[in-house]
């Protein structure tokens, strides 16, 4: 997992093939204009933008999730958000089997650790990352571009 702001955001082009491209989409766009919707930005980057508000401590400990074949970079556009998050290799509960259609595992495993986003900053989470998003009072806009690994 990797926590930081936009403007540190070149520093990372290295760890994957397809976050440069990533990156120039997330530069390309006017952030406070994007409306909601799924973006494909190549066949191997999609973009997903959501405003909505943000869900309970249990909601979101209820779709406590990791992915095999994306990494996520979840952009905090607006409001505030707390993640929950744990390693996965500590997950020994799984809620339900891999969902290959959805690129999906759902653990009953509470996560170990909290942090915020606020606008501007992102976190990339890895198949390893098991993450609880969008925890928060009132509206939260974000966007999670998923990279095919």
Same mark, same amino acid.
């Given at each position: 997992?990797?926590?930081?702001? =936009?403007?540190?955001?070149?520093?990372?082009?290295?760890?994957?093939?397809?976050?440069?491209? !990533?990156?120039?989409?997330?530069?390309?766009?006017?952030?406070? !204009?994007?409306? #909601?919707?799924?973006?494909? &930005?190549?066949?191997? =980057?999609?973009? &997903?933008? $959501?405003?909505?508000?943000?869900?309970?401590?249990?909601? $979101?400990?209820?779709?406590? #999730?990791?992915?095999? %074949?994306?990494?996520?970079?979840?952009?905090?556009?607006?409001?505030?958000?707390? &993640?929950?998050?744990?390693?996965?290799?500590?997950? &020994?509960? %799984?809620?339900?089997?891999?969902?290959? !259609? /959805?690129?999906?595992?759902?653990?009953?495993? #509470?996560?170990?650790?909290?942090?915020?986003?606020?606008?501007?900053?992102?976190?990339?989470?890895?198949?390893?990352?098991?993450? !609880?998003?969008?925890?928060?009072?009132?509206?939260? /806009?974000?966007?999670?571009? /998923?990279? %095919?690994?």
């Amino acid at each position: 997992m990797i926590i930081d702001t =936009l403007s540190n955001a070149e520093k990372y082009l290295c760890v994957h093939p397809l976050f440069a491209k !990533a990156y120039e989409y997330i530069k390309s766009v006017n952030l406070s !204009a994007i409306q #909601e919707g799924n973006y494909e &930005i190549s066949d191997e =980057l999609r973009a &997903i933008v $959501s405003d909505k508000n943000g869900r309970s401590l249990s909601e $979101s400990i209820g779709k406590f #999730e990791c992915h095999n %074949k994306h990494i996520d970079i979840q952009l905090c556009i607006n409001g505030k958000e707390q &993640i929950g998050w744990k390693p996965r290799e500590c997950c &020994i509960h %799984k809620k339900d089997e891999y969902d290959v !259609a /959805k690129d999906v595992t759902f653990y009953e495993d #509470e996560p170990d650790t909290y942090f915020y986003l606020t606008q501007n900053q992102f976190v990339i989470f890895f198949p390893e990352d098991v993450h !609880a998003p969008m925890i928060g009072d009132g509206m939260i /806009k974000k966007m999670v571009i /998923k990279v %095919k690994i």
